[in-house]
Structures are given as structure tokens and as C-alpha cells.
């Protein structure tokens, strides 16, 4: 499967739980102590932070070196 496809398939499950253990998502910490992350696949991630209760702005998409993208 893509990368695109994995993402869009994640985002899916994300909407509607996104603390479904199918997406991973966890709380960063050091310099992106405010961002969260979830699991596109083994290799990549995405970036987000929860703005509102209900809104959420999604910053990146990638490999783990999108972590050093915020430093």
C-alpha cells in the first residue's frame, strides 16, 4: 500500500477515534511537548497538534526525521 493511501486509511480512523489503538497516537515530548503524532505505518508519522476539542491541525507527514523539522 502507499504511503497517500496509509494516510487517508489512518486519517479515517483518526476522525473517528483518535486515540483508536490502530493509529498509535501519542504525546511528544521536549521540543514538541504541544504536537501529538500517530502512525501512518511502521515508518511514517503524522504530526498534529489539538487546537480546540474538535479541531485538530495535522503539520506533517514522514519518517521520523520529521521530528527534527521542529527544532
Known amino acids: 500500500m502507499e504511503v497517500k493511501e496509509?494516510?487517508?486509511e489512518k486519517e479515517k480512523l483518526f476522525r473517528?477515534?483518535?486515540f483508536d489503538p490502530m493509529v498509535k497516537t501519542h504525546k511528544l515530548?521536549?521540543?514538541l511537548k504541544?504536537?501529538?503524532s500517530?502512525?501512518?505505518n511502521?515508518?511514517?508519522?503524522?504530526?498534529?497538534?489539538?487546537?480546540k476539542e474538535d479541531i485538530v491541525w495535522f503539520h506533517s507527514v514522514g519518517s521520523h526525521r520529521i521530528y527534527g523539522l521542529f527544532d
Open 16 to 18: 473517528i477515534n483518535p
Open 42 to 51: 511502521s515508518k511514517y508519522r503524522i504530526i498534529f497538534e489539538f487546537v
Open 6 to 8: 496509509a494516510a487517508e
Open 38 to 40: 500517530f502512525s501512518v
Open 29 to 31: 515530548t521536549g521540543k
Open 34 to 36: 504541544d504536537y501529538w
